[in-house]
């Protein structure tokens, strides 16, 4: 229901800047309109369903994005851009969080998107070309959505509820990943390559080929460690990232 109640709103710039997006995809334009957080959304995140089903941020984030967007169809690297958004847009820039046994307190509005080099894309096409290095098959693949995430963690826990030692999730993202090998689009036939035929070394190489052509928001942070030297780690994110009392 639409409220009667004006809140602000920003626009929100995506790492894909659209690209990868269908003509005529409401997130074609590259950006996002989201809106402050209200009391409603702290309820979101404190409903203990959505924190033991692990949905507790998507529920959130749907409820503060204002544009009209299939939500599925979000790719993961947008899907982190707007979650810094949210978290900037709710409780300010400053994060202050536990790390390697000393607090962290970051600066989100420092974090910037990744610089993408627009000539890899073709507009509106969400897939990429790689000969694997080790074998010269030649695989297609696209960048994931949110929807694919939900599809891998489906996949994953049914096959761990028929054996709760079988861990496959390395197998089964790459098989949500890679869209076609030597020419053929059949699920079978990749389902089948990625079990068989797919050398850790190339698996590798894919990982390495998707991260380097996926938009993303760039989490990486300094922190000085217990002997005083100076690393670099990734943001931790979870459900106190919006709300530190929880």
Do not use: C
Request: glycine residues 6%; without cysteine.
């Amino acid at each position: 229901m639409e409220s009667k109640f004006k809140l602000p709103t920003e626009t929100i710039e995506l790492p894909s800047k659209g690209l990868l997006y269908p003509e005529g995809h409401p997130l074609a334009s590259g950006t996002i309109e989201m809106k402050y957080m209200t009391a409603r959304e702290e309820d979101i995140l404190t409903n203990q369903n959505y924190i033991r089903q692990g949905t507790v941020i998507d529920k959130l984030l749907q409820s503060l994005i204002v544009s009209d967007v299939p939500y599925d169809d979000i790719l993961i690297g947008d899907k982190n851009a707007i979650m810094i958004a949210a978290r900037i847009l709710s409780y300010g820039k400053d994060y202050d969080f536990a790390f390697e046994n000393a607090m962290q307190t970051v600066d989100l509005s420092s974090f910037s998107n990744k610089e993408i080099d627009e000539s890899i894309y073709t507009r509106g096409e969400n897939d990429f070309e790689l000969t694997l290095p080790h074998t010269d098959n030649v695989i297609t693949f696209k960048l994931l959505t949110h929807g694919d995430e939900k599809k891998i963690d489906q996949e994953i826990k049914g096959l761990q509820k028929i054996n709760k030692d079988n861990i496959t999730e390395a197998t089964t993202r790459l098989k949500y990943i890679i869209t076609s090998i030597n020419g053929s689009r059949e699920k079978k036939d990749i389902r089948e390559f990625v079990d068989y035929g797919l050398l850790a070394r190339d698996a590798r190489a894919i990982r390495e080929e998707y991260n380097r052509v996926s938009p993303d928001i760039d989490l990486k942070f300094n922190y000085v460690d217990s002997q005083g030297v100076e690393q670099e780690a990734t943001l931790p994110i979870g459900v106190t990232f919006f709300w530190p009392e929880l």
